[in-house]
């Protein structure tokens, strides 16, 4: 069975502060994707990324794909209260495949005022 | 492009009825799936759509579950003799599918209470 391990689950800070979710597996996926999600409604895509190694930037987050495409981390840089909402991490399994996502159990983040 | 779309957004009800939920994919997206999601855990596979075909299901969508897209289009969920432990939200996704990169788009959800 593929798993996706988030850390930490839950974090909460102070507007301003960066950090950093991560998103873990021993086993290796074609594409990871990032959502936010917010209560009551579907995760809403942030990024999606393909390549090993590779680094995309939105705005004040950076998403990283490890080299071995079993890893991943989200950055954000000097958090908004707006940033709050719950982050999760799904890998898809590969083409000839469903492309299923496998999805990690999520990073509730509070950003405080 | 108006986006997945999913309704109802939320439905009650009593143990043993049935249920039906309708999702509207992006159009001319032809993959759909359907995923559940529990409270504090990531949403997980329920079944898929490529076209009207069904091609894959999870040990999760038990004989009272059914899923259906007879068109290619929308695609309906059914449960039937609701149980306590089906209350969870139902999300539908769809993808286009290209290449290697299988990025899904999510609608709201229908949220499920069943008492």
């Known amino acids: 069975t593929q798993l996706l391990e988030q850390s930490p689950q839950f974090l909460s800070i102070q507007e301003g502060e960066n950090l950093t979710v991560y998103c873990n597996s021993s086993?290796?996926?074609?594409?990871l994707q990032w959502y936010r999600q917010e209560p009551g409604e579907g995760p809403v895509l942030l990024v999606t990324?393909?390549?090993?190694?590779e680094v995309k930037k939105l705005k004040r987050l950076t998403f990283q794909f490890g080299d071995a495409r079993k890893d991943s981390s989200l950055h954000i840089t000097a958090a908004q209260t707006g940033d709050t909402g719950l982050y999760l991490c799904?890998?898809?399994?590969?083409?000839?495949?469903?492309?299923?996502?496998?999805f990690g159990q999520g990073t509730t983040l509070q950003v405080k005022p | 492009d108006t986006g997945v779309s999913q309704d109802p957004r939320h439905k009650i009800t009593k143990r043993g009825q049935n249920v039906t939920f309708r999702c509207d994919p992006i159009?001319?997206?032809?993959?759909l799936y359907w995923y559940r999601q529990t409270l504090g855990q990531g949403p997980e596979f329920l079944t898929y759509?490529?076209?009207?075909?069904?091609?894959?299901k999870s040990r999760l969508l038990s004989d009272r579950f059914s899923a259906e897209r007879p068109k290619g289009s929308f695609s309906t969920l059914e449960i039937q003799r609701t149980e306590q432990g089906d209350s969870a939200m139902y999300l539908c996704?769809?993808?286009?599918?290209?290449?290697?990169?299988?990025?899904?788009?999510f609608g709201p959800g229908t949220r499920l209470l069943v008492l």
């Open positions: 996704a769809s993808s286009p599918r290209r290449g290697n990169q299988e990025t899904q788009y």
């Open positions: 086993s290796v996926f074609s594409s």
């Open positions: 990324v393909v390549t090993g190694g």
């Open positions: 799904a890998g898809a399994q590969g083409s000839g495949n469903t492309g299923k996502l496998i």
């Open positions: 159009s001319e997206h032809n993959r």
């Open positions: 759509f490529q076209n009207e075909a069904q091609l894959e």
